[in-house]
């Protein structure tokens, strides 16, 4: 097998990685009604879907700092193992408190295939060709939220909901073959130290702070309960700070954040996934609460972002070859400020192909955007720092949309319909607005580095 072969085998492993991982939020969700019916616990719905976004936050730096010690191949393939191992046992499971167990399982191990995908792509790959790569990743993004409420509404009505888990083993099972027939690495066999306190201060820290974005959520101000959850957070950021400071082999090192690139780009993706969650949730409440249409034409107006996200993630692959990373990340945060404008103006009478355009723009903004940033970790630094280094730029988007989801339902009405919903959905609207210029802003710090700059080319 030659190189470009293996090459093909590696992105067709990534891209199905990659879908695995996009399809579960859509498809599960579009599950849901059903999978209560059959089991009961409607109390425990959100949960079903909130400890699978929690296991992925918490594990998604671990696996990024484990696969530069172990190296890429060994750690995605027992994170694809604990995914499907988790999917296998919540397609099985009698209860909805087994169902969220194992979900949690599934969770920890989509950490891996959420992260160590975009490692591989900087390891095998030159500068010029990553953007591109990302394109197709991205595109992926795209197919899944199209086909996510598809396929999950079709296995549902024709075979039973336990098939929205097992389908997932035949095409985890050809990742992993194809990767590891292709990808070829050479590890430094000796004693590698794992940052276990670093890890478990890290997964108390998390935990306590979603948690409290969940109860946030919920109750819409604080309270003792969500205080003191807060206040355990706090304190378990302050320990690990201080053991990631000590550490031999930290499990996020502090000295990533020295980097301009990684600095910079993880802050922006911060805020661009505050965004990014708050559009996907909130543009189709607009259109059924405030324009009085149908779930179909939600999804209608939501369509162009994901056909237009994986063609601004091309643009940004041509557009490296001869500008900055600095002009790429500029040109797609202003298109995102532009765009978050457009929903500001929305009005009652606002047709959905006006909303379709504004979508499609804000689309383009992301796939500009957000490739640029990654492409900007993946290559700002070496071989034995790069799975650390995404892993912090995912948590840090993760991040984003867990918070803005939280923060922004604070400013949502409790009247779910009519001029209410409309004055605080327009309230959500500037707020991204503000944080899509702090991108735009905090972005402009790159005009002053050179590509020649970044560790690897």
């Given at each position: 097998?030659?190189?470009?072969?293996?090459?093909?085998?590696?992105?067709?492993?990534?891209?199905?990685?990659?879908?695995?991982?996009?399809?579960?939020?859509?498809?599960?969700?579009?599950?849901?009604?059903?999978?209560?019916?059959?089991?009961?616990?409607?109390?425990?719905?959100?949960?079903?879907?909130?400890?699978?976004?929690?296991?992925?936050?918490?594990?998604?730096?671990?696996?990024?700092?484990?696969?530069?010690?172990?190296?890429?191949?060994?750690?995605?393939?027992?994170?694809?193992?604990?995914?499907?191992?988790?999917?296998?046992?919540?397609?099985?499971?009698?209860?909805?408190?087994?169902?969220?167990?194992?979900?949690?399982?599934?969770?920890?191990?989509?950490?891996?295939?959420?992260?160590?995908?975009?490692?591989?792509?900087?390891?095998?790959?030159?500068?010029?060709?990553?953007?591109?790569?990302?394109?197709?990743?991205?595109?992926?993004?795209?197919?899944?939220?199209?086909?996510?409420?598809?396929?999950?509404?079709?296995?549902?009505?024709?075979?039973?909901?336990?098939?929205?888990?097992?389908?997932?083993?035949?095409?985890?099972?050809?990742?992993?073959?194809?990767?590891?027939?292709?990808?070829?690495?050479?590890?430094?066999?000796?004693?590698?130290?794992?940052?276990?306190?670093?890890?478990?201060?890290?997964?108390?820290?998390?935990?306590s702070f979603l948690?409290?974005?969940?109860?946030?959520?919920?109750?819409?101000?604080?309270?003792?309960?969500?205080?003191?959850?807060?206040?355990?957070?706090?304190?378990?950021?302050?320990?690990?700070?201080?053991?990631?400071?000590?550490?031999?082999?930290?499990?996020?090192?502090?000295?990533?954040?020295?980097?301009?690139?990684?600095?910079?780009?993880?802050?922006?993706?911060?805020?661009?996934?505050?965004?990014?969650?708050?559009?996907?949730?909130?543009?189709?409440?607009?259109?059924?609460?405030?324009?009085?249409?149908?779930?179909?034409?939600?999804?209608?107006?939501?369509?162009?972002?994901?056909?237009?996200?994986?063609?601004?993630?091309?643009?940004?692959?041509?557009?490296?070859?001869n500008k900055s990373?600095?002009?790429?990340?500029?040109?797609?945060?202003?298109?995102?400020?532009?765009?978050?404008?457009?929903?500001?103006?929305?009005q009652t009478n606002?047709?959905?192909?006006?909303?379709?355009?504004?979508?499609?723009?804000?689309?383009?903004?992301?796939?500009?955007?957000?490739?640029?940033?990654?492409?900007?970790?993946?290559?700002?630094?070496?071989?034995?720092?790069?799975?650390?280094?995404?892993?912090?730029?995912?948590?840090?988007?993760?991040?984003?949309?867990?918070?803005?989801?939280?923060?922004?339902?604070?400013?949502?009405?409790?009247?779910?319909?009519?001029?209410?919903?409309?004055?605080?959905?327009?309230?959500?609207?500037?707020?991204?607005?503000?944080?899509?210029?702090?991108?735009?802003?905090?972005?402009?710090?790159?005009?002053?580095?050179?590509?020649?700059?970044?560790?690897?080319?």
């Amino acid at each position: 097998m030659n190189n470009e072969t293996k090459h093909k085998s590696v992105i067709v492993a990534l891209l199905i990685a990659t879908f695995l991982t996009a399809i579960e939020g859509t498809i599960v969700s579009t599950a849901m009604p059903k999978i209560v019916e059959d089991l009961g616990g409607s109390e425990l719905y959100t949960w079903v879907i909130s400890v699978y976004l929690l296991a992925t936050v918490i594990s998604t730096p671990v696996f990024g700092k484990l696969a530069d010690l172990y190296g890429r191949k060994l750690m995605f393939t027992i994170g694809t193992i604990i995914f499907l191992i988790g999917s296998m046992l919540s397609g099985l499971s009698q209860t909805m408190e087994q169902l969220v167990l194992f979900r949690l399982i599934q969770g920890i191990g989509a950490g891996a295939l959420t992260t160590i995908p975009f490692t591989i792509i900087g390891d095998v790959f030159e500068f010029k060709q990553r953007a591109k790569i990302q394109g197709w990743i991205s595109s992926m993004w795209g197919i899944a939220g199209i086909a996510g409420p598809l396929v999950g509404g079709f296995i549902v009505d024709t075979i039973s909901w336990h098939w929205i888990f097992y389908m997932n083993l035949p095409f985890g099972i050809i990742s992993l073959i194809l990767l590891w027939v292709s990808l070829k690495e050479q590890i430094e066999k000796k004693k590698q130290i794992i940052d276990y306190a670093g890890i478990l201060m890290f997964a108390i820290c998390m935990t306590s702070f979603l948690y409290a974005l969940t109860l946030l959520k919920e109750h819409k101000q604080l309270t003792g309960s969500i205080t003191a959850y807060l206040v355990v957070a706090l304190i378990g950021l302050c320990f690990f700070i201080w053991i990631e400071a000590k550490g031999k082999e930290p499990m996020l090192p502090l000295s990533l954040f020295k980097n301009t690139f990684i600095t910079v780009s993880n802050i922006a993706g911060f805020l661009l996934g505050f965004i990014l969650v708050t559009v996907t949730f909130y543009i189709p409440l607009w259109v059924q609460g405030v324009t009085n249409l149908n779930a179909t034409y939600s999804g209608i107006a939501m369509l162009p972002m994901s056909v237009t996200w994986p063609i601004g993630a091309i643009f940004c692959g041509k557009w490296l070859g001869n500008k900055s990373i600095a002009h790429v990340t500029l040109i797609g945060t202003l298109v995102v400020i532009l765009s978050c404008t457009g929903f500001v103006f929305f009005q009652t009478n606002t047709p959905v192909h006006i909303m379709m355009v504004v979508t499609a723009f804000i689309g383009l903004g992301f796939g500009l955007a957000f490739t640029a940033f990654t492409v900007a970790v993946q290559s700002a630094v070496e071989w034995h720092l790069r799975g650390a280094a995404m892993g912090s730029h995912n948590l840090m988007k993760n991040l984003g949309q867990t918070i803005g989801i939280a923060v922004s339902g604070l400013l949502l009405s409790d009247q779910l319909k009519g001029p209410a919903l409309e004055s605080s959905l327009h309230s959500v609207f500037i707020l991204l607005v503000v944080l899509a210029i702090c991108s735009f802003v905090v972005t402009g710090v790159l005009i002053r580095k050179k590509e020649s700059e970044l560790a690897v080319r």
